[in-house]
């Protein structure tokens, strides 16, 4: 079975500035696929980014890049510029694509806080 | 586009009675809806798989019989929870899979979760 890790329970960041959040994960798949999901307090979960394993070039969307390192097993999210509204829980999911009832694994999330 | 929608948002019901949570999706046709759980300030626990028009697949430790759930066309899915108790009290939350196509993604949509209080 997959497992996710969120080492990091909340962090804050200042309004502009750049953070990073970790994620690791353990599989024995070759392929799949991670993801970054925001839940901010409205509780609606939101897909930040989206990232192939079998593609090495890194997802950017906007603000949101990703560091994958496959062989470490690792998913890092970077928000650049950070705003008020990045305020919210970040989720790192693991998938299995085994057509439409691929499943996601959450890792416990990332309480970000962004500040003035 | 790829909107789902939840009803209801929020539900206060009595110790031994049933509650009803409908999944849509709006502009898509979904094979496979998921019911997830989550508690407070926890992250979400997948509670079963839903198929149209074949029997929901639950995980492990997921009461089959307490949590009802049917997926009767392509843009409904179900969840029933039966004889509710308040540990049953929690955020339900349900995701669609659309159709696969050329360029399918893998990508789940949400709802925006129903919470349910059982007193």
């Known amino acids: 079975a997959q497992t996710v890790t969120q080492s990091q329970p909340e962090m804050s960041v200042q309004d502009a500035e750049t953070v990073t959040l970790s994620c690791t994960y353990d599989t024995s798949e070759n392929n799949y696929y991670l993801f970054w999901y925001k839940q901010p307090p409205s509780r609606q979960m939101i897909l930040v980014i989206r990232q192939e394993a079998y593609k090495q070039q890194n997802a950017t969307e906007n603000r949101f890049s990703v560091n994958f390192q496959k062989a470490a097993k690792s998913f890092s999210l ?11 829980m970040y989720f790192c999911a693991f998938m299995k694509p085994t057509g439409t009832a691929s499943k996601l694994t959450f890792g416990t999330g990332t309480r970000l806080q962004v500040t003035l | 586009g790829a909107v789902v929608s939840q009803h209801p948002s929020w539900v206060i019901c009595k110790s031994g009675t049933s509650v009803k949570i409908e999944c849509r999706s709006l ?3 979904a094979t496979t ?55 049953d009290s929690s955020f339900y939350i349900c995701s669609a899979s659309p159709l696969r196509t050329e360029n399918y993604s893998y990508e789940q949509y949400f709802g925006p979760g129903t919470r349910l209080t059982v007193t």
């Not at chain 1, 970077?78 to 919210?88: E, N, V």
């Open chain 2, 33 to 87: 809806m998921f019911w997830y759980r989550q508690f407070p300030k926890q992250s979400l626990m997948l509670m079963a798989t839903s198929n149209e028009g074949s029997k929901a697949t639950y995980e492990q430790g997921v009461e089959k019989d307490k949590f009802l759930i049917n997926h009767a066309s392509l843009t409904l899915s179900t969840l029933t929870v039966t004889s509710a108790h308040p540990e």
């Open chain 2, 27 to 29: 502009d898509f046709q």
């Open chain 1, 78 to 88: 970077k928000i650049s510029d950070s705003q008020l509204g990045d305020t919210a």
